[in-house]
């Protein structure tokens, strides 16, 4: 086990427990890459719970629990200025086919996780079949434009042993990077 962080991750700001697999103390409010239950996401440390036996006990324990990969970078800054386009389409898309067909329901937001590989619709009230056949229509189409293929797993692994150094082969700046520019010989795959 890494040190342990109470992460805030998510549109809605749901708090976890992230183990650190780097065993890093990460600082307040440092962006960062987790591995939670619905995939990779990025969000916000709120404290390291490690060294402190007391604050440690304090945290609730049925929080969820991932691992906090590292730190968010300007590569991670990229994609998440893609998401935010691809999100922003999805939410307009959503409403004109609510409105095309009729259905009454208010879209709160639209949230596509870092790895591109699950977007969710936020509604207010109860979801019926015909909005639950929208959103999944909905789904498939913005998944397929913003799905990294193997490139989503290079995000939370790297593109091998020694990633981000000279002996691996990539760029300096780590597999992220590297992945973008096309600079690596085994994660040649760009978002799409």
Known sequence: MGRQHLVQVGLMGMVGRYDAIDFRSYDRDARVICRTTR???AG?????????ARSFEEVPQDLPTGELLRQAGREDDLILERLERHRDKAFGACEKLLDDQGIVATLVDVEHLFDGESIFFYFLGDVTPELEAITSHLADTYERKVRFKKFAETLASGCGPDCGTGESGCSSGGCGSCSLAGGCGSSKSQAS
């Open 39 to 41: 995939g990779l996401e």
């Open 44 to 52: 916000k440390v709120l404290c390291d719970i490690t060294d402190s």
